[in-house]
T-cell receptor, first 114, second 114 residues
Framework: RKEVEQDPGPFNVPEGATVAFNCTYS??????FFWYRQDCRKEPKLLMS???SGNEDGRFTAQLNRASQYISLLIRDSKLSDSATYLC???????????????FGQGTILTVHP | DADVTQTPRNRITKTGKRIMLECSQT?????MYWYRQDPGLGLRLIYY???????NKGEISDGYSVSRQAQAKFSLSLESAIPNQTALYFC?????????????FGPGTRLTVL
């Protein structure tokens, strides 16, 4: 089983649509969770961290379910500029030599069309 | 100016050649990482370094070596390149604090081994 698994998509949605991505992780001791965004042929960049209580940043909402080891990202009112690959990222441990290491999912491709 | 830079940006080489990819950062971060990205496999960690005297293998270190010449510089070498090392390579950095989980990526090096 992969440490971090995502549905690779692609998701093709019209502008204005709401789209949700899901991600599961295998290590129940994982401490920190993130969504990164990667544009075509560019480097990944942090989109948002994911907190246990859920968090929102504008049109983006992230949720964490520790019991199910499940993370989600909801994008409302999709824009053309949201087209990208969304990477689910997990920090598997909080301490020792694992500190700072991240495990990346393979990414979910989103295309928003007019 | 970019905070994390990589050279070269593109490289085509032949099987058996020695290749060095270089990474420099101006963020003042102690931690540096090398990843490779392949379609459908996401980002995989090759090596990481938590300070100048610290070097650690990641999940796919075979066939690679690294050197941390200074806090700001972390280079990746392929001693004898082979075609399945064709990939997009990213360098990344992160800070040392408890909340410094975000990694900042360079623009990537596209390597093709013929």
């Amino acid at each position: 089983r992969k440490e971090v698994e995502q549905d690779p998509g692609p998701f093709n949605v019209p502008e204005g649509a709401t789209v949700a991505f899901n991600c599961t992780y295998s290590n129940s001791a994982s401490q920190s969770f993130f969504w990164y965004r990667q544009d075509c042929r560019k480097e990944p960049k942090l989109l948002m961290s994911v907190y246990s209580s859920g968090n929102e940043d504008g049109r983006f909402t992230a949720q964490l379910n520790r019991a199910s080891q499940y993370i989600s990202l909801l994008i409302r009112d999709s824009k053309l500029s949201d087209s990208a690959t969304y990477l689910c990222v997990v920090n598997p441990n909080a301490g020792g030599t694992s500190y700072g290491k991240l495990t990346f999912g393979q990414g979910t491709i989103l295309t928003v069309h007019p | 100016d970019a905070d994390v830079t990589q050279t070269p940006r593109n490289r085509i080489t032949k099987t058996g050649k020695r290749i060095m990819l270089e990474c420099s950062q101006t963020k003042g971060h102690d931690r540096m990482y090398w990843y490779r990205q392949d379609p459908g496999l996401g980002l995989r960690l090759i090596y990481y370094s938590f300070d100048v005297k610290d070097i650690n293998k990641g999940e796919i270190s075979d066939g690679y070596s690294v050197s941390r010449q200074a806090q700001a510089k972390f280079s990746l070498s392929l001693e004898s390149a082979i075609p399945n090392q064709t990939a997009l390579y990213f360098c990344a950095t992160s800070g040392l604090g408890a909340g410094d989980n975000e990694q900042f990526f360079g623009p990537g090096t596209r390597l093709t081994v013929l």
